[in-house]
């Protein structure tokens, strides 16, 4: 009978001894040590996407992130800015708002009734001492920015100090989509069973995307492949999408929408990758046929074709942009085993549901994909949990799963060299 034994090592000696080209060891998705270090680590120490300006339209709008042990308010505050503090009260430390989401004319504890502005000011709080001093006594503030629409936040007390470059990149691939002004068609959340990890994986590849109909509708079959590796079944499909690439410059290039892919996924401490190509189909949408799921575009474009604006960054979330609209996804850990992923519809603020658009066809084929991929995810961690598992090697189009480990890799051992 064959038995397997992994040696007694720690998430230090795992980290250092991490193979290039290799799968993670099962630890680093199933232990508990490592789950709190990747939000001590990783979570805490990043900027991070929780929500797209459009979930907070008005001041006093709220949004509620959790990760690990922090909890953290996103409102916009009177002036319309968007701010992050720490959703524990001044006073005794009670846990603030408990809703995911609302609305708030001042954020008051339920706990003794103290009562903060959405500027974070300690406005009210009854039988104080003498001399007691208000100003000292505002919620902690957590580090907000926003890009072109998209809200992020750092929980560190110093933040990566790459973000401004970052931004100052992809803000001109963004800013023609007006997401500022968009407003949220639907949400859903998921939760799938398995490692975090494991979810950002399974996005930075598409080896798997047979297993996603819906999406090969309008996603070019030859997704990660280059022109020396592509299978002589889907050459006719790699020669289509070249003719609509060459197609498609022409159209960015005529509307001066940049287009030409930005990859820093392991080299800096804010990674990313951005890039704008065609859709397969009609070209204007991820619908079944490739057709507008919303009539009324998000922006003034001359043309519905302008195939997809795709944007991944660390180590949490993705996006899609369209002529019709945008998608969202953002990546929270629950636990070891359980991923909260959120995904965002959001369309131009004129836009009627059932006139201009009907909410299942904008939804359809990111729902059934990300339900897929869910069964996807839960599938790669039983399997990892089992103690036959052995780190297996990258296929080539997984180069992004691999410059992902890398990148959290890095992120780890910088945080256990501290």
């Given amino acids: 009978m064959t038995t397997f034994a992994a040696p007694a090592t720690g ?84 846990r603030i708002l408990d809703d995911d989401r609302g609305s708030v004319g001042n954020i008051v504890c339920g706990y003794h009734r103290w ?55 992809i803000e001109p691939y963004l800013a023609p989509h007006e997401l500022r002004r968009a407003k949220v068609a639907a949400q859903i959340d998921l939760v799938e069973n398995g490692n975090w990890k494991l979810t950002m994986e399974n996005n930075r590849e598409c080896y798997h995307c047979g297993g996603h109909p819906e999406l090969q509708c309008s996603l070019f079959p030859v997704y990660g492949y280059t022109e020396q590796d592509v299978p002589p079944v889907l050459r006719p499909a790699y020669e289509r999408f070249l003719r609509a690439e060459a197609e498609s410059r022409t159209t960015y290039e005529s509307l001066g929408l940049p287009y030409q892919a930005i990859e820093e996924l392991d080299t800096r401490a804010t990674g990313f990758r951005i890039q704008r190509e065609p859709l397969d189909g009609a070209g204007e949408s991820f619908t079944e046929d490739g057709t507008t799921a ?74 059934a994909t990300n339900d897929q991929d869910a069964l996807l995810v839960a599938r790669a961690h039983r399997g990892i949990s089992s103690p036959a598992y052995v780190p297996g090697p990258y296929n080539p189009t997984e180069y992004q799963v691999e410059a992902f480990v890398t990148w959290y890799v890095n992120r780890l051992k910088a945080h256990l060299a501290r």
């Fill in 115 to 169: 009562t903060y502005g959405v500027d974070g000011r300690l406005l009210h709080a009854e039988s104080l001492p003498p001399g007691f001093d208000p100003t000292c006594f505002g919620l902690r503030g957590v580090h907000a920015r926003t890009v072109a629409g998209l809200v992020f936040l750092c929980l560190a007390e110093k933040p990566p100090g790459d973000f401004d470059d970052v931004a100052a990149r």
């Fill in 294 to 367: 919303c009539a009324r575009l998000l922006a003034d474009f001359p043309t519905a074709r302008l195939g997809r604006l795709s944007l991944h960054m660390q180590p949490n979330s993705w996006f899609h942009f369209l002529s019709d609209h945008a998608i969202t996804f953002s990546v929270i850990p629950l636990g070891p085993d359980r991923t909260l992923v959120r995904t965002t519809w959001l369309v131009h603020p004129d836009a009627v549901e059932g006139v201009d658009y009907d909410l299942d066809t904008l939804t359809r084929v990111w729902t």
């Fill in 11 to 94: 998430p230090a000696d795992l980290v250092a001894r991490r193979p290039v080209g290799l799968s993670l060891e099962a630890p680093f998705y199933t232990g508990r040590d490592f789950f709190d270090l990747d939000i001590e680590a990783v979570f805490a120490r990043s900027w991070l996407f929780v929500a797209a300006e459009a979930e907070l339209p008005e001041p006093g709008d709220y949004v509620t992130v959790n990760l690990g042990p922090y909890s953290v308010i996103v409102v916009r505050d009177d002036d319309e800015e968007v701010r992050a503090f720490h959703n524990v009260c001044r006073h005794r430390g009670a």
